[in-house]
């Protein structure tokens, strides 16, 4: 099942189990109250809303620490004592990297800046993939460190739009193998 297929499936249901309990107010609707009735139902909404709490109090925590405990951003003041350190300016409507050959397997410090306005700077892999991504922005530096595993003809295009030549402001360069040329 395609990831696609597997946010259809839980939408669906979702959409499905929202209208089960809407459809069973309604039956349930026209029915005299009755006091026993009224205390069970009051205690299974409690029941509920507890496991509910705890179900997101997990989900939150848990997804938390799966998603950052590696941050996925690199200290932006701090010298980072990496090798391959490559310049970026975007500006419109080109990219200017320096140098634009860099080598797999070892980190890649991305400087990241703009020379007019904000541009988006994302790395497309060869199988058109973002590898990673940063913003591009006049008067800051962004860092931004990647480590390729994959050499091949890497593309750079702008996420940001920044006016009418946006779309075809893309750049080229190329990551070869470790201890290669
Ligand atoms: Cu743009």
Redesign the pocket.
């Known amino acids: 099942m395609s990831l696609q297929d597997a946010a259809w499936t839980i939408t669906l249901v979702g959409i499905g189990l929202i209208a089960a309990g809407f459809i069973h107010v309604i039956l349930q609707a026209g029915k005299p109250a009755d006091a026993e009735a009224t205390r069970k139902s009051t205690h299974t909404a409690h029941v509920l809303r507890r496991w509910l709490f705890g179900v997101l109090l997990v989900a939150f925590f848990g997804g938390s620490y799966a998603t950052l405990h590696t941050f996925p951003i690199p200290p932006q003041h701090t010298p980072l004592g990496i090798k391959q350190v490559v310049n970026v300016v975007g500006q419109q409507w080109s990219w200017d990297l320096k140098p634009d050959k860099v080598r797999a397997g070892s980190p890649v410090e991305f400087l990241v800046t703009a020379s007019d306005v904000n541009?988006?700077f994302a790395i497309y892999a060869p199988d058109g993939r973002i590898a990673t991504q940063t913003q591009a922005m006049p008067g800051f530096t962004n860092k931004l460190v990647h480590t390729f595993t994959e050499p091949g003809t890497y593309t750079v295009m702008?996420l940001?739009?920044?006016g009418i030549g946006?779309a075809p402001?893309t750049a080229e360069f190329s990551v070869v193998a470790a201890g290669g040329d």
Do not use: A, K, Q, R
């Open positions: 541009h988006g702008c940001e739009y920044c946006h402001m």
